[in-house]
């Protein structure tokens, strides 16, 4: 997983590490963003579909192992999973393919990203860092928001409190090229939804959790059965925008259902191995390709760096 070439979007990534350290405070050994996770294994089994989508090596074997990582939103380790700041919820997954060979998707809990692009998203981030409390109205992130509508949208989105990590529904930020054998060429974003349907708290149920509650599930869960999530791709239409994901298709684009992730058991050094993986947004697999979406290198440097950084500090205490 290199930097990219440009030196404007590594600039532009240490730019943004930098503001997630003024917002959350700097946190050796943990990730800037998504600071608190836990990581399971398990297996994805392709549909009888997905290879009529792409020729990537998991479309197309029987079975490919996996290693996923679920997270609380912010760059705090220790935020409660009970505080509406640890939504939306993060979801990464990495298909393991051969020794050192590998590809990954990178979700979360809310359909869409708040910017179109990186520029913009460090000046909101940068306008949230400016708007304390003792800051008089309006505040710079009120008058941002009053200027990007479509982070606003992000913003008001509902993100209701899931009663386990294993009922949110997780959205892949970006849409992706995928190639089938015959050549064919489809463009998609992933959807990755729990087999049994979502589930949700009210406010005042939510409000009533303990810190720890999420991950606590998780672990009393998986001592009940395997975790099961639908693995789908929202295919576009002919038209429809695939560099920016801010802008939402029409619910009426078929929904691809590509296989099933089964995830059977906790990662036992989670501290260690959280620590060590790097997550890559770019898929880096052939019969999948990133689209034109800009923040692809983006987060792709950012979370480089942040895993660079993570890997030099001492090992956190959990």
């Known amino acids: 997983m290199p930097l990219p070439n440009d030196e404007r979007v590594v600039a532009l990534a240490n730019d943004l590490l930098q503001t997630f350290d003024k917002l959350f405070g700097l946190h050796p050994g943990f990730r800037a963003a998504h600071a608190k996770g ?6 994805f089994t392709p549909s009888r579909e997905a290879a009529s989508l792409g020729k990537a090596p998991h479309f197309l074997r029987a079975g490919t192992p996996v290693t996923v990582r679920f997270s609380n939103s912010t760059g705090i380790p220790t935020l ?22 590998h590809t990954d998707i990178v979700a979360h809990s809310t359909d869409g990203f708040p910017s179109k692009n990186g520029q913009d998203f460090l000046a909101f981030l940068n306008s ?157 697999v052939e019969g999948i390709e990133p689209s034109d979406d800009p923040l692809f290198e983006l987060r792709a440097a950012i979370y480089l760096l942040s895993g660079r950084r993570r890997r030099a500090a001492p090992l956190p205490q959990e």
């Open 128 to 284: 949230v860092a400016a708007s304390g409390p003792d800051v008089p109205s309006p505040k710079p992130v009120e008058q941002f928001l009053g200027n990007h509508p479509e982070t606003l949208a992000f913003v008001q989105a509902p993100k209701p409190m899931a009663k386990s990590f294993a009922k949110f529904p997780y959205f892949a930020v970006a849409a992706f090229r995928f190639t089938n054998a015959a050549g064919k060429v489809a463009y998609g974003r992933y959807r990755i939804l729990p087999e049994g349907g979502t589930d949700f708290f009210s406010d005042a149920e939510a409000a009533t959790l303990s810190p720890t509650y999420h991950f606590d599930e998780l672990a009393e869960r998986l001592k009940k059965g395997p975790i099961r999530f639908k693995v789908l791709v929202q295919l576009a239409a002919e038209g429809d925008q695939t560099n920016d994901p801010t802008v939402h298709w029409p619910e009426d684009r078929p929904l691809l259902e590509i296989g099933t992730i089964e995830l059977t058991e906790l990662v036992t050094d989670n501290a260690q191995e959280q620590k060590h993986i790097i997550f890559d947004p770019i898929p880096r």
């Open 80 to 101: 409660p999973d009970s505080a509406g700041e640890a939504n939306p919820r993060g979801l990464a997954i990495r298909f393991n393919l051969a020794e050192h060979v």
């Open 38 to 43: 836990q990581m399971l294994t398990g297996t």
